[in-house]
């Protein structure tokens, strides 16, 4: 015996059928197709809570209700563990439909440092929506295992200095928080896998200032100076913008008269995905929140231009319980202001830490108590401030999950249960992509719905007006 499929699920297929195809058929919304081949995320098989991962489609589901299913989960199902009842991240997804250049920018601590994370989830982004260059990399390494994926670094003499770790206290940080003071025979190499069009060298501007120049494949390519006109004393962010040549691969600074405090170096290949990502090895929110200058970061930022800004810090602070329980929240609180002073149309996204674990006395790996309620306070946080929330701790498997890293084969955690392998930082670079993706998805199909209705308007008030 048949049973019959109800009418309202037939008309709930058969609009969001209409809505997949009417993309395809109409060339002028082709940037408006919700499901392609090319976006779906293979996620590595990786031990999980059952509750933190669903599938698609449930297997037991008859036939009838199967596209149903599909529409439920893929369309009308809000991303998961991301959160954005203000539709803060609605910029950032118009840029993406837009298609003419996006800029993610990302700061953290130290697996960010590492390009952990957000190597992965830069290379997501540029598979789907196309590939716009590096982004902004770092003069040279202030600590060895600072990496950018995509690119090899050499470099020498040069004074490094870093907020918190310095004697500076100007708060005139470059945008990766990090300064590098040269004279000549300073030296910075970059090393480019793959080709790009333009580099542009950010710099402090200064009274006593001095000159450099810029090589590719050692040709020079042009010339820059920090030294400020006469009579002009204000410090400001200074930028030196040069091509690269077809074919050159290793871009070379070097500094040629002077001293000059650099910040670092911006690498485009044109329209597509930049993401920039700028780790601070032990750094915690206060870097943004204090640390800089709020004029310089402000002017620093609108000259980048970012349509996402991910803040990503919480490991180290959740170390120190009484930190966390009275000060973390009022601190994160004031970095997202000045974010939201500096560039109010920019998206901004607060990324909750991993887990963090520790052995218990019984030789247990647990998660640390003070981590969940961190987590807590900062989803408090970005509500009250209107910007959206990752929670990062829960799509990782929520408590007990380093520990469950730790056993895994591969083993997805270090010996000290907070920072990943590459493997597990490609698990949440992959976590976090994907609840972009399907927030992405949701913003394309409520434009789309708005543009057929737009559409069908135009087309009954054409048809009245005909004799």
Same mark, same amino acid.
């Given at each position: 015996?048949?049973?019959?499929?109800?009418?309202?699920?037939?008309?709930?297929?058969?609009?969001?059928?209409?809505?997949?195809?009417?993309?395809?058929?109409?060339?002028?919304?082709?940037?408006?197709?919700?499901?392609?081949?090319?976006?779906?995320?293979?996620?590595?098989?990786?031990?999980?809570?059952?509750?933190?991962?669903?599938?698609?489609?449930?297997?037991?589901?008859? /036939?009838?209700?199967?596209?149903?299913?599909?529409?439920?989960?893929?369309?009308?199902?809000?991303?998961?563990?991301?959160?954005?009842p203000?539709?803060?991240?609605?910029?950032?997804?118009?840029?993406?439909?837009?298609?003419?250049?996006?800029?993610?920018?990302?700061?953290?601590?130290?697996?960010?440092?590492?390009?952990?994370?957000?190597?992965?989830a830069?290379?997501?982004?540029?598979?789907?929506?196309?590939?716009?260059?590096?982004?902004?990399?770092?003069?040279?390494?202030?600590?060895?295992?600072?990496?950018?994926?995509?690119?090899?670094?050499?470099?020498?003499?040069?004074?490094?200095?870093?907020p918190?770790?310095?004697?500076?206290?100007?708060?005139l940080?470059?945008?990766?928080?990090?300064?590098?003071?040269?004279?000549?025979?300073?030296?910075?190499?970059?090393?480019?896998?793959?080709?790009?069009?333009?580099?542009?060298?950010?710099?402090?501007?200064?009274?006593?200032?001095?000159?450099?120049?810029?090589?590719a494949?050692?040709?020079?390519?042009?010339?820059?100076?920090?030294?400020?006109?006469?009579?002009?004393?204000?410090?400001? /962010?200074?930028?030196?913008?040069?091509?690269?040549?077809?074919?050159?691969?290793?871009?070379?600074?070097?500094?040629?008269?002077?001293?000059?405090?650099?910040?670092?170096?911006?690498?485009?290949?044109?329209?597509?995905?930049?993401?920039?990502?700028?780790?601070?090895?032990?750094?915690?929110?206060?870097?943004?929140?204090?640390?800089?200058?709020?004029?310089?970061?402000t002017?620093?930022?609108?000259?980048?231009?970012?349509?996402?800004?991910?803040v990503?810090?919480?490991?180290n &602070?959740?170390?120190?319980?009484?930190?966390?329980?009275?000060?973390?929240?009022?601190?994160?609180?004031?970095?997202?202001?000045?974010?939201?002073?500096?560039?109010? &149309?920019?998206?901004?996204?607060?990324?909750?830490?991993?887990?963090?674990?520790?052995?218990?006395?019984?030789?247990?790996?647990?998660?640390?108590?003070?981590?969940?309620?961190?987590?807590?306070?900062?989803?408090?946080?970005?509500?009250?401030?209107?910007?959206?929330?990752?929670?990062?701790?829960?799509?990782?498997?929520?408590?007990g999950?380093?520990?469950?890293?730790?056993?895994?084969? /591969?083993?997805?955690?270090?010996?000290?249960?907070?920072?990943?392998? /590459?493997?597990?930082?490609?698990?949440?670079g992959?976590?976090?992509?994907?609840?972009?993706?399907?927030?992405?998805?949701?913003?394309?199909?409520?434009?789309?719905?708005?543009?057929?209705? &737009?559409?069908?308007?135009?087309?009954?008030?054409?048809?009245?007006?005909?004799?």
């Amino acid at each position: 015996m048949r049973t019959a499929i109800p009418v309202k699920t037939t008309l709930t297929v058969l609009t969001f059928v209409m809505l997949l195809l009417v993309p395809q058929a109409i060339p002028s919304l082709k940037n408006y197709m919700s499901i392609e081949p090319k976006s779906a995320v293979a996620v590595l098989d990786f031990p999980l809570k059952p509750a933190a991962v669903e599938t698609l489609v449930d297997p037991l589901a008859s /036939p009838a209700n199967l596209s149903h299913s599909l529409n439920q989960r893929l369309l009308e199902k809000a991303p998961t563990n991301l959160s954005d009842p203000a539709h803060v991240l609605d910029h950032f997804y118009a840029a993406l439909l837009k298609g003419e250049g996006v800029h993610i920018i990302h700061y953290g601590d130290s697996p960010t440092t590492a390009d952990l994370i957000t190597a992965d989830a830069r290379a997501l982004f540029q598979h789907e929506f196309g590939d716009g260059g590096l982004g902004f990399v770092l003069l040279a390494r202030p600590w060895a295992w600072y990496n950018h994926r995509g690119i090899e670094m050499s470099a020498s003499n040069w004074k490094i200095d870093v907020p918190g770790y310095s004697t500076l206290k100007d708060g005139l940080n470059g945008l990766g928080s990090v300064n590098f003071r040269g004279a000549p025979g300073a030296v910075a190499r970059w090393k480019v896998k793959s080709a790009h069009r333009n580099v542009e060298i950010a710099y402090l501007a200064e009274p006593q200032g001095g000159e450099f120049a810029v090589e590719a494949d050692g040709a020079a390519i042009g010339t820059g100076s920090s030294i400020l006109p006469a009579g002009v004393d204000a410090f400001t /962010p200074g930028y030196a913008s040069f091509d690269i040549p077809e074919g050159a691969h290793e871009i070379t600074l070097k500094v040629s008269s002077g001293s000059v405090r650099f910040y670092g170096a911006d690498f485009r290949k044109g329209t597509g995905v930049v993401y920039s990502s700028l780790g601070v090895n032990g750094a915690n929110v206060t870097l943004l929140s204090n640390a800089f200058n709020e004029a310089h970061w402000t002017a620093e930022l609108r000259h980048y231009k970012p349509d996402l800004i991910i803040v990503n810090y919480g490991t180290n &602070e959740s170390g120190f319980p009484a930190f966390v329980d009275t000060t973390w929240g009022r601190e994160m609180r004031k970095a997202v202001a000045r974010l939201q002073r500096a560039v109010p &149309e920019t998206s901004i996204l607060l990324m909750s830490p991993m887990d963090r674990g520790a052995k218990s006395a019984t030789g247990e790996i647990d998660t640390i108590p003070s981590m969940p309620r961190l987590v807590a306070t900062e989803s408090m946080v970005a509500a009250d401030t209107g910007v959206a929330f990752f929670n990062t701790f829960e799509a990782m498997g929520g408590a007990g999950t380093m520990g469950r890293w730790y056993t895994a084969e /591969p083993r997805l955690v270090g010996a000290d249960f907070i920072h990943p392998m /590459p493997a597990g930082a490609r698990i949440v670079g992959e976590l976090l992509f994907s609840a972009l993706r399907q927030g992405f998805n949701q913003f394309k199909l409520q434009e789309l719905k708005q543009k057929v209705a &737009e559409q069908a308007d135009k087309s009954a008030r054409e048809a009245s007006q005909r004799p």
